[in-house]
């Protein structure tokens, strides 16, 4: 070949290798698993709670517009609607993905947010500007704002266009850190677990936080041993997604004792036994609606208990379904259930 041939040869190749290279990045950027990651690697690997929504994932589902016409419509506040005048932003329209993470130190906990969507960058930060002063940081601008009635100072900054962070912490160390390439390895492992799932909750409890829990039960309702069960698991994930017109809700607590899980199964099945006849009961038909009282039955039909090893460590997991029917029975029911006791 002669050298002219290999000069553009090579010159192919390396061209083929940066459109092979843009490629990667295009499919990577709209990929929303790898975007999910890529919003968890900001979270704090501290974090005592992790909240994840893909709502873009959501807004394709028949059951979201359901939600919607189920839950109620408050007129947005004042604040809010000038928000969204100034900026142009609906979160309804225009939120696509939510990581929070909070952290627990002492007695005072701090958050962080991150959010993707479409934002206009220009009007949001003219916005920000009027109610607080930019600073460089990390060469990034982090606005600062204390919201209205509020003592707290929150900071936020844009991690790219379509991406914003916000935080209450005042050192604001986390909004400003560069983006890990993954999580610690413990909560790497839960996110893997988790992934698909459009929304989910992952909780490392605190020890006695569940007994204070118990305590604070609505109804008078009181399980000394549910509360000590809860109180000797290590992490508690809550996960939903929709199916069809259901939202399939899956809660799974983990530890390292096969006793422990043995037992909180046992518990939660029993609960379950006991719901059922407890519906099925001849006073329970008197006093219970009976659309209510059939979408409370299939709500426990469509439950099950499971324990699963995954060798290192131990889980319960309850799974159920929430139906159309349960949606529209709660809410006629909502006047009617009594006021909880002081």
Same mark, same amino acid.
């Given at each position: 070949?002669?050298?002219?041939?290999?000069?553009?040869?090579?010159?192919?190749?390396?061209?083929?290798? *940066? $459109?092979?290279?843009? /490629?990667?990045?295009?499919? =990577?950027?709209? +990929?929303?698993? #790898? &975007?999910?990651?890529?919003?968890? %690697?900001?979270?704090?690997?501290?974090?005592?709670?992790?909240?994840?929504?893909?709502?873009?994932?959501?807004?394709?589902?028949?059951?979201?517009?359901?939600?919607?016409?189920?839950?109620?419509?408050?007129?947005?506040?004042?604040?809010?609607?000038? *928000? $969204?005048?100034?900026? /142009?932003?609906?979160?309804? =329209?225009?939120? +696509?993905?939510? #990581? &929070?993470?909070?952290?627990?130190? %002492?007695?005072?906990?701090?958050?962080?947010?991150?959010?993707?969507?479409?934002?206009?960058?220009?009007?949001?930060?003219?916005?920000?500007?009027?109610?607080?002063?930019?600073?460089?940081?990390?060469?990034?601008?982090?606005?600062?704002?204390?919201?209205?009635?509020?003592?707290?100072?929150?900071?936020?900054?844009?991690?790219?266009?379509?991406?914003?962070?916000?935080?209450?912490?005042? %050192?604001?160390?986390?909004?400003?850190?560069?983006?890990?390439?993954?999580?610690?390895?413990?909560?790497?492992?839960?996110?893997?677990?988790?992934?698909?799932?459009?929304?989910?909750?992952?909780?490392?409890?605190?020890?006695?936080?569940?007994?204070?829990?118990?305590?604070?039960?609505?109804?008078?309702?009181?399980?000394?041993?549910?509360?000590?069960?809860?109180?000797?698991?290590?992490?508690?994930?809550?996960?939903?997604?929709?199916?069809?017109?259901?939202?399939?809700?899956?809660?799974?607590?983990?530890?390292?004792?096969?006793?422990?899980?043995?037992?909180?199964?046992?518990?939660?099945?029993?609960?379950?036994?006991?719901?059922?006849?407890?519906?099925?009961?001849?006073?329970?038909?008197?006093?219970?609606?009976?659309?209510?009282?059939?979408?409370?039955?299939?709500?426990?039909?469509?439950?099950?208990?499971?324990?699963?090893?995954?060798?290192?460590?131990?889980?319960?997991?309850?799974?159920?379904?929430?139906?159309?029917?349960?949606?529209?029975?709660?809410?006629?029911?909502?006047?009617?259930?009594?006021?909880?006791?002081?």
């Amino acid at each position: 070949m002669s050298k002219p041939k290999r000069i553009l040869a090579a010159l192919l190749v390396l061209a083929l290798f *940066f $459109v092979a290279i843009w /490629g990667y990045s295009r499919w =990577r950027s709209r +990929d929303p698993i #790898a &975007v999910r990651a890529e919003m968890l %690697s900001h979270l704090p690997a501290d974090a005592n709670a992790v909240v994840f929504l893909d709502l873009a994932q959501f807004r394709s589902s028949p059951f979201l517009a359901q939600f919607f016409a189920w839950a109620p419509h408050p007129t947005p506040d004042e604040d809010y609607a000038q *928000f $969204v005048q100034a900026t /142009g932003f609906n979160y309804e =329209r225009d939120l +696509d993905r939510l #990581a &929070v993470a909070i952290s627990r130190q %002492s007695r005072t906990s701090t958050t962080l947010l991150v959010a993707d969507g479409r934002f206009d960058r220009k009007k949001i930060e003219a916005y920000a500007a009027r109610f607080g002063k930019p600073q460089l940081r990390n060469g990034q601008i982090v606005y600062s704002f204390a919201l209205r009635g509020s003592q707290h100072t929150s900071f936020f900054t844009f991690l790219r266009e379509d991406r914003i962070g916000w935080t209450d912490d005042p %050192s604001y160390a986390s909004l400003v850190q560069q983006a890990r390439s993954a999580a610690s390895a413990e909560w790497s492992e839960r996110f893997n677990r988790l992934a698909g799932t459009p929304l989910f909750a992952l909780l490392r409890p605190e020890s006695g936080s569940a007994s204070t829990l118990a305590q604070q039960a609505p109804g008078g309702f009181r399980s000394p041993q549910l509360a000590a069960l809860l109180d000797q698991l290590q992490w508690i994930s809550i996960g939903a997604r929709p199916e069809g017109n259901i939202l399939r809700v899956v809660v799974d607590g983990e530890c390292l004792s096969e006793t422990t899980t043995r037992q909180l199964s046992d518990f939660l099945g029993g609960i379950l036994i006991l719901s059922q006849n407890g519906l099925n009961d001849p006073q329970t038909r008197k006093k219970l609606d009976p659309q209510l009282r059939e979408a409370y039955l299939g709500l426990l039909q469509s439950a099950n208990v499971q324990k699963i090893d995954r060798g290192t460590s131990k889980s319960v997991r309850l799974v159920f379904d929430v139906t159309p029917a349960l949606l529209q029975t709660a809410r006629a029911a909502a006047p009617q259930l009594a006021a909880p006791h002081p």
